[in-house]
C-alpha cells in the first residue's frame, strides 16, 4: 500500500486546528509558527502531489487513490483521488494557505480561533478537491462553507460583515442542498437501475442514466454548485462576502472557495451527468456570458478597491463556467488553468488591498494615491495581479483565457467576438485603479503614517507573482496535466 | 559561444531581460551602476544582431537561425523564432535604437531601476514580435510590448499639463495619454486576437508557415461557422488591418498617437516612434499581405486611400502645430503613411517588378524613419531638458546660441524630409516609384503631401533656430547650454546611418529585397 | 436469563438504582455530600447502559410477558438513548441551585425513564398507556419542581394541563381500537386494518394527537416553549430530548405495526404535520430572544425534521429518523448543557447576555458552536448525516416536496443558529472587560460537556456503527 498523502493533505488541517484550540489564548506567537509550519508542511505536500500528478500526465485517470469504506451499509466510502484537474486546484490551497498565513500575522483579536477556523476550511477544500465520493464531497463542501461565516463575521471589516457573512452561508448553503438533492436523486436512480447502492462517483460516472432523468436533474445539481462558483444571477453573495472578509479569507474565498464551486460543478453536474450538460449547456453558456460582461461593466464604476476586484472575480470566474459549457477540449483545458490561474491572482490581488487598508484605513479609490512610494512592492504585485487580470500575454490570466476563446469559437463565435469586450473593459478598470491607487500625489493625510510592509508579506506577494509569471511563460508546467484531466471529462461526454 | 551561435535569436532576444533581473537586484541607490549596466546590456543585443547580420546569408531566402522549442502543446503553439532580410533589419533597427535611447535616458534621476529594467522589458517585447514564427507568440509579445510603454508614459512622462475630459473632469495629460494609447492599441488588437484564435481552432495550429499555406488553400467556397470562407477571410482581414492600422498608425486611427508621444519621455519617444510603429507595418508585411493576398488586392484602394490621409493630414496637422514634439509626432504620421502606401500599391499586384520596388521601398522606409523619428525626437527632447518648454514660438534665432546643435538638427531634419543624399530620399523615392504606376492617383495626391512635408520641417527649423532670438535664451539663468557629449555619442550612429544608405543604400536593399522575393514569390 | 427478565433488564437496574438513592438519600444529609446523589444517579445509569449493551442485547426480536413488551432492536436503542439522556441530565442537575440536591428529583428522573423505556418497548395498547402516563407524571413534577418560582409552577401546570387533555384524546382513540377490534395487541391489530377507510382514519387521527403532544407537534406544541422556558433547565433539555425520543419511539412502532396497510392515510397526515411543524417552529424561532426559548422552537422544528424519516415509511426512512434522534439527543442535550452552565453563573438565558462568551469562556463557545452547527446540520457534526439520512429516506419514497420543504426550513435553521454565534463570538459584553468575567464551569458539567461534544463529531464522521445501530432497530420493525 501507498503512503497515504492525500488523507495527510486532507486531514493534517483539520488536526492541526484542533490541536491549536488546545494552546492557551495567550500563547499567540506559537499559534501563528505552528500555522505557518502546519502551512509550509500543506504546501509541500501539495506541492509534491502535483508534481507526481505532472509526471505521470500521461496515465489517465485517478493517482493516489485511497479508498475506504465509511458507510458500507449505504455505499459511502471514503474515496480520494487526484487527476490533471484537481492537482492543481490542490497545489493552489497549499499555496493560498501558506501565503495566507503570513498575511495574517498581525492578526491580534483571538488568532488562535482564527487560524482553527482557516485551517478547518483549508482542510474541508482540500476534502471536496480530492473528494471521489459523492457523499464525501458534500460532507467536505460544508465543512468549507461553514467557517467562512464565523470568519467574515468575527474578524470582518467592521461596516457589512455581518449581513455579508450571513448573505454568503445563505446562499451558499441553499446551493449546495439543491446539488444534494440531485446527488441523492442520482444516489437511488442508480440503486433502481443497478441495484447497488454507492456514492462512488467512478460508479455512478457509468450509471447511464436517462436522458429524461439528466435533462431534470443536471440543472439544480450544476447551479447549486455554480452558485459557489459566482454564476450570474446568484453572484450577488460573492463581492460583498470578499469586501467584508479579512484579507486571508478573502485571499482564500476569492482564491480557493469560488474554484470549488466551479470545480463541484464539473465534477458531479458535468462528469455525472453528461447528456443533461448537452442539453443544457446553452443556459449555462449564456449566464456565463453575462458574468463575464456583466461583472467586467459592474468593476468598472466601482469605487472600493475590494469591490472591483470582487467584480472583476464575477467576470473571470464567468470564463470558468464559460468554459466549461463550451464542451471543448481547448474550452475545459482554459477553464482548468483558468481556475487556477485566477486562484493565485486574486490571492495576491486581496492580499494587496489588504496591506494597503491595513495602513490606509480606506480603500476608496479616489482617497488613496501614491501608494507606490511607501508600499512598492505592493504596487509591483498589484501590476502584476493587474496585467493577469487583464489576459495580458506573458502572465497566466492569457495561457488561460486564450484556450477559453478558442472553445468559444467552436461553439457560438459571435460569443467570442462579444466576451473579448470584457477585455478590454477589464484593463480600463484595472489600470484606472492601478493608477489611482499606487500613483499620483500620497494624499497628505497619509504622509509619513503609511509603514512599510513586512518580510513576511514580501515573501506572499513574491511567491504569488512568480507564480503566474511563470505559469505564463512556461505552460507546459501545467497544460499537460490539465489537458490528460479534460480527456477524462471529455470521455464522459461521449466525445474525443 | 557554441551555445550562443545556435541559439543566437533567443539569446539576442532574452538578454535584455536577464539584464533586467540582473538590475532588480542592484541596490537602487547605486543610480550610477544602474545606468551603465543597463547601457552595456543593451549594447551587448546590439552586438550580437551584428553578428546575426554577418552571418545571414543573404542569397539564401526563407527564414534563418530558426530555433524551435515546445511552448503551449496543447493548443499546438510553439516558441518558433526566425529572421528572414525583413525580420533581421528591424531587429538590428531595435538593438541599435535601444543602446541610443537608454544612453539617452542618463539624464533620468527618478527612480532609474524601475526605468531601465521596463526598457529592457520593452525591448525585449519589440524584438520578440520581430522573430516570431509562430503566430500566438507573435500576440504575446506584440501585448507585451505594451505594458513597459504604458508605464513609461505613465510614470516618467512629462509631469506638466492637463487634459480636459467630457464632463469637465481634469486628468493629468500623461496619464491621459498613457491609458489612452494602452486601451487604443488593446482595443485594435482584439480583433486580431480573436482572429488568431479562430486561425488556431481551424488549423490546429499557429506556425506561420504552416498558415500562409493552409489558409490561402482554403477554396472561398468552403462554409466556416455558418459563411462562405471568403467571407470570414474578410472580417478576418479587416480584424488583421484594423490591429496594425492603429499601431501604424493610420488615419483615423491615429489619434493617440501624439498624445502618446507628447507626454512620453524622450527615450521613450525615440522607441514609440523608432520601433513600436514599425510593428504595424511589419505586421502588415509578415502577417496581412501572405495571410490575405486576395483581400489584401480587393482593398488595396482602401487601404492606398488611408494611407494618402495620413500622408496628407500628417503633414497639414504637423505644419499647424505650436508644439515641437508635436510636430514630430504628427511627422510620423506623415511618414508612415508612405509605408502603407508601399504596401496597398504592393497589394494591387503582388509578384510585380513595381510592387517589389514598393515592398522595398516601404521596408526601407521604416528603418529610415526609425532613424530619424528616433533622432528628431531625442533632439527635442534636449531641446525640452533645457527650457522646459516645447512651444515653438518661445524659441527662435537658437542656432548661434547652439551651433553644433543647430547642425544636427538640420542634418536630421534634412533626412527626415527626404533630401537627395541622405536616407529618407531613397526610401520615400522607391515607394513612390514602385506606387505610381499601380495606384496613380494616390500617388499623385500623396506627392501633395510631400510637398507639406517640406513645409513643416522647414517651418520646424525656422522657428528654432531662425528667425528673431528669442533673448530669455541667451543670458541669465536660463541660457541654453550647447549639447553635450553624450548627447552627441547618441546621435552620431544615427547621423552616420543616414548618411551612410542615403549614400549606398544596396546594403540595406539587397537584405530587404530578397526576402521581399521570398514573401511575395507567387 | 429468561426472556422477561432480560427484556426488562435495564428497568429491573434503573429501579434499583432508584431504591439505592432513596436508601442513601438520609446518610448524605451533609451538604457537601449531597452531590453524591448525582453521582450515583449518573453512575447508575452509566453502569446500567453498559451492562445492557454488554449483555442485555436481544438477538431477535421476540414478545415478552404475554405480549405486553416486544423485546427488540428498536426498543432496546431507544432505552440506551433514554439511559444516556437521564445520566447527562443527572450530571446537570447537580450543580443546579435547588434540585441538585433533592433525592426526589432524582427519583422522578428515573421514574420517568423507566416510563420512556417501556414506552419504547410497549407492544400492546394498555401498556402503551400506562408506560406514557408514567413517564408523564413524574415529567409534570419536575417541570413544575421550584415551587417558589412562578414560572416554573406555571410550567408544570401548563404540561400538566395540556398532557392531561390530550392523554384523555389518545385514551379514547385507543378504547375506540379496543372497542372496533376487540384486541389490545399491536400485531394483531395490524390484521384489522387492511384498507384505508374512514374509521382507520379518524383512529390514526387520534393517535396522533395524543403522541404529538408528547413530541411537540404541531398544533399540539403549545405546552414546549413555556414549559421549557419555566421548567429547571435540565428538565426542559430532558424533555426536548428523552422525552421527545420516546414519542418517537411509540411513533414508529404505532404505525409501522399497527397501520403498515393504510399507510396511505397517515403518510399525507404526517407529511403535513411535519410541514406545519417544521415551518411554525423555525419561523417562531426566529424571533425569540431568549435562547431557552428559541431552542424550545427549534426543538419543535427538529421533530418535524424527524418525522420526514418516519413518512417514508421504509427501512431507510425509519433508519434516519432513528439516526436523527440520536444526534439530535446528543445536540440538544449539549446546547442545553452550554445554556445551563451559562445561567448558573449569570442567572440569564437571554440571547443578548451571551454577548463575548468566546472571550469569557474560549471552550463555552466552541461548544455552543459544534452544538448549534450541529443543529443547522452541518457537518463534521452529527445534525448533517441525521439530515441527510432522512432526506435520502423521503427522496427514496419519492416524498420530493416534503424534502423540499425540509430544505427551506434548514435554511430557516441554519439563519438564526447562526445568528446566536453571532452573539457568541461577535459582540462584545458592554465595557468589553470579559476577563474581568469569567465562566467557572463545574465538574460534572466538564464531563457531561465533554462527552457529548466528543459524541457529536463522533457519530457525524464515524457514522457507521450508529448507522447500524438504528438500521437494526428498524430492521426489526420490517
Request: hydrophobic share 55%; charged share 10%; net charge neutral.
Amino acid at each position: 500500500m501507498q503512503f497515504p498523502i492525500l488523507s495527510l493533505i486532507v486531514f493534517a488541517p483539520l488536526v492541526i486546528a484542533v490541536l491549536m484550540l488546545l494552546y492557551k489564548p495567550e500563547r499567540k506567537t506559537e499559534v501563528r509558527v505552528t500555522a505557518l509550519a502546519a502551512a509550509i508542511f500543506e504546501l509541500v505536500l501539495s506541492g509534491w502531489v502535483y508534481l507526481q500528478v505532472y509526471l505521470n500526465s500521461a496515465t489517465p485517470g485517478y493517482q493516489f487513490q485511497e479508498k475506504y469504506s465509511w458507510l458500507p451499509a449505504l455505499g459511502i466510502s471514503y474515496h480520494v483521488g487526484v487527476d490533471g484537474l484537481s492537482a492543481p486546484l490542490v497545489l493552489l490551497t497549499g499555496i493560498v494557505m501558506f501565503t495566507g498565513v503570513l498575511i495574517s500575522w498581525g492578526i491580534d483579536d483571538r488568532p488562535r480561533e482564527f487560524f482553527a477556523f482557516l485551517f478547518l476550511l483549508a482542510g474541508g477544500v482540500f476534502g471536496v478537491f480530492v473528494s471521489l465520493d459523492l457523499f464525501m464531497l458534500f460532507f467536505f463542501y460544508e465543512i468549507a462553507v461553514f467557517p467562512m461565516y464565523l470568519l467574515i463575521a468575527i474578524w470582518g471589516w467592521k461596516v457589512t460583515r455581518e449581513y455579508a457573512a450571513m448573505k454568503l452561508t445563505l446562499y451558499l448553503f441553499i446551493g449546495s442542498v439543491l446539488a444534494l438533492l440531485g446527488g441523492l436523486a442520482m444516489y437511488f436512480t442508480n440503486y433502481q437501475m443497478h441495484g447497488t447502492l454507492t456514492f462512488d462517483m467512478l460508479d455512478l460516472e457509468k450509471a447511464g442514466f436517462s436522458q429524461a432523468f439528466q435533462y431534470l436533474w443536471f440543472l439544480p445539481t450544476f447551479m447549486g454548485f455554480a452558485v459557489l462558483g459566482g454564476i450570474f444571477p446568484f453572484h450577488n453573495w460573492s463581492p460583498d462576502g470578499h469586501v467584508a472578509a479579512p484579507t486571508a479569507v478573502s485571499m482564500f474565498h476569492a482564491g480557493v472557495l469560488m474554484k470549488l464551486g466551479a470545480f463541484a460543478a464539473l465534477r458531479v453536474g458535468i462528469m455525472l451527468l453528461p447528456e443533461g450538460a448537452k442539453q443544457w449547456v446553452w443556459l449555462i453558456f449564456g449566464l456565463a456570458m453575462v458574468n463575464v460582461v456583466y461583472g467586467a461593466f459592474i468593476a468598472m464604476i466601482q469605487t472600493d478597491l475590494k469591490y472591483v476586484i470582487g467584480f472583476s472575480s464575477v467576470s473571470h470566474m464567468g470564463l470558468v463556467s464559460l468554459g466549461f459549457a463550451t464542451l471543448t477540449r481547448e474550452g475545459m483545458t482554459g477553464a482548468g488553468l483558468q481556475m487556477f490561474s485566477h486562484g493565485v491572482m486574486t490571492a495576491l490581488f486581496f492580499a494587496a488591498v489588504g496591506m494597503v487598508y491595513d495602513r490606509a484605513h480606506t480603500r476608496q479609490i479616489p482617497e488613496l494615491g501614491g501608494m507606490v512610494k511607501p508600499l512598492p512592492f505592493v504596487a509591483i504585485a498589484f501590476i502584476i495581479g493587474g496585467l493577469v487580470s487583464m489576459g495580458m500575454p506573458g502572465f497566466s490570466g492569457f495561457i488561460a483565457e486564450f484556450p477559453i476563446f478558442m472553445g468559444v469559437w467552436q461553439t457560438h463565435w459571435f460569443a467570442a467576438v462579444i466576451a473579448s469586450i470584457s477585455i478590454v473593459i477589464t484593463a480600463a478598470y484595472i489600470l484606472l485603479a492601478i493608477r489611482r491607487s499606487f500613483f499620483g500625489d500620497l494624499p497628505p493625510q497619509f504622509e509619513g503614517h503609511i509603514g512599510a510592509i513586512s518580510v513576511l508579506d514580501k515573501v506572499a506577494l513574491g511567491t504569488l507573482s512568480l507564480i503566474m509569471i511563470t505559469l505564463g511563460l512556461f505552460p507546459n508546467l501545467m497544460v499537460p496535466m490539465v489537458s490528460s484531466g479534460v480527456q477524462n471529462v471529455l470521455r464522459l461526454l461521449g466525445g474525443a | 559561444m557554441d551555445f550562443i551561435s545556435t541559439h543566437l535569436l533567443t539569446t539576442i532576444l532574452f538578454f535584455p531581460v536577464l539584464a533586467a533581473l540582473v538590475i532588480f537586484f542592484l541596490p537602487g541607490d547605486q543610480v550610477k551602476t544602474i545606468r551603465w549596466t543597463a547601457l552595456l546590456a543593451s549594447l551587448i543585443p546590439l552586438g550580437l544582431t551584428i553578428f546575426l547580420w554577418a552571418q545571414f546569408t543573404q542569397t539564401a531566402g526563407g527564414f534563418q537561425f530558426q530555433e524551435t522549442y515546445p511552448w503551449y502543446e496543447a493548443i499546438h503553439s510553439s516558441f518558433h523564432v526566425g529572421v528572414d532580410g525583413l525580420s533581421l533589419t528591424m531587429v538590428l533597427l531595435t538593438t541599435l535604437l535601444t543602446p541610443l535611447a537608454i544612453l539617452a535616458s542618463f539624464s533620468i534621476t527618478d527612480r532609474v531601476k524601475a526605468y531601465m529594467m521596463l526598457f529592457l522589458f520593452l525591448e525585449t517585447g519589440m524584438l520578440g514580435v520581430f522573430v516570431a514564427m509562430d503566430l500566438l507568440i507573435f500576440f504575446v509579445f506584440w501585448e507585451i510590448g505594451l505594458v513597459p510603454m504604458y508605464f513609461l508614459i505613465n510614470q516618467w512622462g512629462s509631469p506638466k499639463g492637463e487634459r480636459e475630459l467630457w464632463g469637465g473632469m481634469k486628468v493629468s495629460a500623461r496619464n491621459y495619454a498613457s491609458l489612452k494609447f494602452l486601451i487604443y492599441t488593446m482595443a485594435g488588437s482584439l480583433g486580431l486576437l480573436l482572429a488568431i484564435q479562430m486561425l488556431g481552432v481551424l488549423f490546429q495550429n499557429y506556425d506561420l508557415a504552416y498558415l500562409y499555406q493552409q489558409w490561402n488553400a482554403l477554396s472561398p467556397d468552403t462554409v466556416l461557422m455558418g459563411m462562405s470562407a471568403a467571407t470570414v477571410k474578410t472580417v478576418a482581414f479587416w480584424a488583421f488591418v484594423i490591429a496594425f492600422a492603429v499601431k501604424v498608425p493610420v488615419w483615423p486611427f491615429h489619434t493617440w498617437l501624439p498624445d502618446a508621444h507628447t507626454e512620453a519621455p524622450t527615450a521613450g519617444s525615440m522607441l514609440l516612434a523608432g520601433v513600436l510603429l514599425k510593428l504595424g507595418a511589419y505586421g502588415f508585411l509578415r502577417l496581412v499581405l501572405p495571410l490575405y493576398p486576395q483581400q489584401s488586392h480587393d482593398y488595396a484602394g482602401w487601404l492606398a486611400f488611408l494611407a494618402t490621409m495620413a500622408i496628407v493630414f500628417g503633414a497639414f496637422a504637423a505644419y499647424g502645430q505650436k508644439d515641437f514634439k508635436r510636430l514630430v509626432a504628427y511627422s510620423s504620421i506623415n511618414h508612415m503613411g508612405f509605408v502603407l502606401l508601399g504596401i496597398a500599391a504592393a497589394a494591387t499586384a503582388i509578384g510585380t517588378q513595381d510592387a517589389t520596388i514598393a515592398l522595398n521601398g516601404a521596408v526601407m522606409q521604416m528603418f529610415n524613419h526609425g532613424l530619424s523619428a528616433a533622432g528628431m525626437f531625442f533632439l527635442v527632447g534636449v531641446i525640452y531638458e533645457r527650457t522646459h518648454t516645447r512651444n515653438l514660438d518661445d524659441f527662435g534665432g537658437l542656432f548661434p546660441l547652439v551651433p553644433i546643435y543647430g547642425g544636427i538638427l538640420i542634418f536630421t531634419s534634412m533626412a527626415s524630409l527626404g533630401l537627395p543624399g541622405l536616407n529618407g530620399f531613397v526610401s520615400e523615392f522607391l515607394v513612390v516609384r514602385g506606387s505610381l504606376p499601380l495606384l496613380p492617383v494616390f500617388t499623385a495626391i500623396s506627392m501633395l503631401g510631400l510637398l507639406f512635408t517640406g513645409a513643416y520641417i522647414l517651418k520646424g527649423i525656422r522657428k528654432v533656430l531662425h528667425g528673431p532670438l528669442n533673448e530669455i535664451w541667451a543670458h541669465g539663468e536660463h541660457r541654453l547650454t550647447e549639447i553635450n557629449t553624450r548627447e552627441i555619442v547618441v546621435m552620431t550612429p544615427l547621423m552616420v546611418l543616414m548618411l551612410f544608405l542615403g549614400i549606398w543604400p544596396m546594403s540595406l536593399l539587397d537584405v530587404i529585397n530578397k526576402a521581399m522575393l521570398m514573401l511575395f514569390s507567387h | 436469563m429468561s426472556l422477561n427478565f432480560l427484556a426488562i433488564l435495564p428497568e429491573i437496574m434503573i429501579l434499583t438504582v432508584g431504591i439505592l438513592v432513596l436508601i442513601l438519600d438520609p446518610f448524605w444529609k451533609d451538604e457537601n455530600r449531597r452531590v453524591y446523589l448525582g453521582w450515583l444517579t449518573a453512575g447508575g445509569l452509566t453502569a446500567t447502559l453498559i451492562v445492557a449493551l454488554l449483555i442485555g442485547r436481544p438477538a431477535e426480536a421476540a414478545l415478552a410477558f404475554g405480549g405486553m413488551i416486544r423485546f427488540d432492536m428498536l426498543g432496546f436503542v431507544f432505552k440506551m438513548l433514554f439511559i444516556f439522556g437521564a445520566a447527562i441530565t443527572a450530571l446537570f442537575m447537580m450543580d443546579t441551585a435547588k434540585i441538585g440536591g433533592r433525592a426526589e428529583a432524582y427519583l422522578l428522573l428515573l421514574a420517568a425513564t423507566i416510563g420512556m423505556s417501556l414506552m419504547a418497548s410497549a407492544s400492546d395498547l394498555v401498556m402503551l398507556y400506562l408506560a406514557v402516563e408514567s413517564t408523564s407524571i413524574p415529567m409534570y413534577v419536575l417541570a413544575g419542581f421550584l415551587l417558589d418560582d412562578k414560572k416554573s409552577t406555571e410550567a408544570g401546570f401548563k404540561y400538566l394541563l395540556f398532557g392531561a387533555m390530550t392523554s384523555a384524546i389518545f385514551l379514547y382513540g385507543l378504547s375506540l381500537v379496543y372497542g372496533f377490534t376487540g384486541t389490545t395487541h399491536f400485531a394483531e391489530l395490524a390484521g384489522y386494518f387492511t384498507s384505508p377507510n374512514l374509521i382507520s382514519l379518524g383512529l390514526v387521527f387520534l393517535v396522533v394527537v395524543g403522541i404529538s403532544f408528547k413530541v411537540s407537534l404541531v398544533p399540539f406544541h403549545f405546552w414546549a416553549p413555556d414549559t421549557y422556558e419555566g421548567a429547571p433547565t435540565p428538565i426542559a433539555g430532558f424533555l426536548s430530548t428523552a422525552s421527545k425520543a420516546a414519542g418517537f419511539a411509540v411513533l414508529i412502532r404505532f404505525f409501522l405495526t399497527v397501520f403498515p396497510q393504510v399507510a396511505n392515510d397517515w403518510q399525507i397526515i404526517l407529511a403535513i404535520v411535519a410541514t406545519l411543524t417544521m415551518t411554525l417552529g423555525n419561523l417562531i424561532a426566529l424571533g425569540q430572544t431568549n435562547l431557552k426559548r428559541l431552542l424550545a422552537y427549534s426543538s419543535i422544528a427538529h421533530a418535524g425534521y424527524a418525522l420526514i424519516g418516519i413518512v417514508a415509511n421504509s427501512k431507510l426512512g425509519t433508519t434516519g429518523t432513528i439516526f436523527y434522534l440520536m444526534a439530535y439527543i446528543l445536540t440538544n442535550l449539549t446546547a442545553f448543557g452550554v445554556i445551563m452552565a451559562f445561567e448558573r453563573v449569570t442567572g440569564s438565558s437571554d440571547i443578548r447576555a451571551f454577548d463575548g462568551l468566546s472571550r469569557r469562556s474560549p471552550y463555552l463557545g466552541l461548544v455552543m458552536l459544534v452544538a448549534f452547527l450541529s443543529l443547522a446540520g452541518m457537518p463534521p457534526f452529527g445534525g448533517f448525516i441525521a439530515k441527510v439520512l432522512v432526506f435520502a429516506g423521503a427522496i427514496e419514497s419519492g416524498w420530493y416536496w416534503l424534502v423540499v420543504v425540509g430544505i427551506l426550513n434548514s435554511i430557516i435553521g441554519l439563519y438564526y443558529y447562526l445568528t446566536v454565534l453571532k452573539y457568541v463570538y461577535l459582540y462584545r459584553m458592554e465595557g468589553e472587560d470579559e476577563e474581568a468575567h469569567p465562566l467557572p464551569v463545574s465538574r460534572p458539567f466538564v464531563i457531561a460537556i465533554v462527552v457529548l461534544t466528543l459524541g457529536i463529531i463522533l457519530i457525524g464522521t464515524l457514522f457507521a456503527p450508529w448507522y447500524g445501530f438504528s438500521n437494526q432497530a428498524a430492521l426489526s420493525l420490517f
